[in-house]
């Protein structure tokens, strides 16, 4: 079976999505992860910018003291701290479900970007998730 990187990525947030809805928010960051970084290879072989290359260009022009390697190492820290096991200082991971409602949300912006919409289940997710956690207040 031949399966094209941007349907792999498609099905990766998909289930991303069904296991944020299950409340598995160590797989969704994981799975979503994996979709994002996948897109965002994509996008810029295809001289488009990833979500990511956009926030990193962003605090280049702000003239962030921050150079854009850092920033990836920040943005990345529980995505890339939930792969590796170096050593025994990486057995226990620092959490928050934040993380993982962001890196499912960068994937399906990248997704978006480079294929111009985003299916149904990734539009409820963005707007139950991401418009819908602006426009309510903290206590609902």
Do not use: C
């Not at 810029?44 to 605090?59: C, E, V, W, Y």
């Not at 949300?105 to 539009?123: D, V």
């Amino acid at each position: 079976m031949k399966i094209h990187k941007v349907d792999a990525a498609r099905r990766q947030i998909e289930a991303a999505i069904r296991l944020w809805e299950d409340e598995d928010h160590v797989s969704a960051l994981t799975l979503a992860g994996a979709a994002e970084e996948i897109l965002g290879n994509l996008l810029g072989r295809s001289n488009m910018t990833s979500f990511l290359k956009r926030i990193s260009d962003q605090a280049e022009q702000r003239q962030s003291k921050l150079p854009p390697k850092e920033l990836y190492k920040i943005v990345n820290r529980t995505k890339n701290a939930l792969k590796h096991a170096n050593d025994d200082s990486e057995d226990a991971v620092e959490f928050d479900v934040e993380d993982a409602r962001l890196m499912v949300t960068r994937a399906l912006i990248n997704y978006q970007e480079l294929t111009g919409a985003l299916t149904s289940k990734m539009s409820a997710f963005m707007a139950k998730h991401v418009i819908g956690s602006w426009l309510l207040p903290e206590d609902e």
